[in-house]
């Protein structure tokens, strides 16, 4: 069951509400929808597919969507979270996050944050030999013992864009397993501030062959091998994030939450292992998109534009990546309009700024909704004030069907007030 859906007479809909409907409501401009039961029911995927392996635990990658209300509801639902910065530990410390279920990742933390991951009781991953140091020092300065797994960096292609590889052996990422030694003499140097509690590795984004989490599955238990057979008591593997999702609405049956799960299962099991994973966009890309109206329709040369109010600004994926997201009108068109090939831009000053390219679409009317599919991840995080867009509302439909306000959308008064008093 999937939340936005086309009812035979033209009209799109979230769960059972029209998205027509929302857009006569709410404030005129762009604006992120969510479906609140797609969230729990892709959260609950992920909870199916771990049981019968315990202690596992489901970070949420934040990065993908730090709205607070969304990220509270997941918080409810179970989860742990994935923070890459101090004030992304911050929200999920807000949003009421079991620290003993937080993992704090990135290959630049800074001291001032990892003090406070210490002082929480975070997961900390160590990503590099400076990173060790840093962690040692918030250790002491916390006076507490930091729990830390080891990221390393297993060169396995995910076979993605290269903006979103990061497992492979020249990335910035994690450290290589020649060095593995060097990290568990250092870990054993340090007793009273660190203790290795296992081993992580994050392949990439928008996976689509589970046989890839497979083999790094298999590198990855065998350094644990490694290290176990040095003495340390370690626990937890994290296989990260990184399942793909289906941008393309093609029907392509890509590997699910279980398919994921099943794939590791047997050598999680054989090793007697917690699992932890970081899914971001699995969890929260198909739960929203970005509704935008058109402004007008115009060509020129060969291209045939349409115009909306949304842009790079709100949505930057497709000009960041060139990635597809699948767009459609919200409302019937007459049987008589004619289709055509169309660019989708904004109004950005750009020509970067595109939502999607050559997209077979029924001429709209001025005003018409167009929505713009799975914005749920790396969307509104990504979300710029270029041209003084101001950064668009959110709303999410609730599972009685009402539809409620989940962040307020910036406006030009917030931006004058950064300049309050200077
Ligand atoms: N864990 C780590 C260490 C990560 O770096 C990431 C994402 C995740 C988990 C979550 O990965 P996911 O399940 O969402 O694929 N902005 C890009 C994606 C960047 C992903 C960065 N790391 C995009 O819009 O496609």
Known sequence: QHCFTKSPDGFLYCEDTKVQHIMEKVEKRPFYLYSKPQITRNVEAYKEALEGLKNSIIGYAIKANNNLKILQHLRKLGCGAVLVSG????????????????????????????????????FVNVDSEFDLENIVTAAKVAGRKVNVLLRINPD?????????????????????????QWFLDAVKAHPNELKLVGAHCHLGSTITKVDIFRDAAVL???????????????????????????????????PTPRDLIDTVRELV??????????????????????????????????????????????????????????????????????????????????????????????????????????????????????????????????EDGSVTKIRHGETFEDHIRFFEGL
């Open 156 to 180: 396995v292609d995910p076979q993605v864009h290269p903006y979103v590889a990061t497992g492979n052996k020249n990335s910035k990422f994690g450290i290589r397993n020649e060095k593995l």
């Open 87 to 122: 004030n992304e530990l911050k929200l999920a410390l807000h949003a009421g996050f079991d620290p003993t279920k937080c993992i704090f990742n990135g290959n630049g933390k800074i001291l001032e944050d990892l003090i406070l991951a210490a002082q929480e009781g975070v």
């Open 220 to 254: 990855m238990v065998n350094y644990i091998d490694e290290i176990r057979a040095q003495g340390f008591e370690v626990d937890y593997l994290n296989i990260g994030g990184g399942l793909g999702i289906d941008y393309y609405h093609s029907g392509a049956v890509l």
């Open 269 to 398: 099991l054989s090793r007697n292992l917690n699992l932890v994973i970081e899914p971001g966009r699995s969890l929260i890309a198909n739960t929203c998109c970005l509704v935008n109206r058109v402004t007008g329709v115009k060509t020129n040369g060969t291209k045939n534009f349409i115009v909306i109010d949304g842009s790079m600004a709100e949505l930057i994926r497709p000009s960041l990546y060139d990635a597809y997201q699948h767009i459609e009108l919200v409302s019937p068109t007459p049987p008589d309009a004619e289709v055509s090939t169309f660019d989708v831009v904004g109004p950005v000053c750009e020509s970067a700024d595109f939502l999607g390219k050559e997209r077979e679409l029924p001429t709209p009317a001025k005003g018409t909704g167009l929505v713009v599919h799975d914005a749920g991840a790396y969307c509104m995080s990504m979300a710029s004030t270029y041209n003084l867009k101001m950064r668009p509302p959110e709303y999410w439909v609730e």
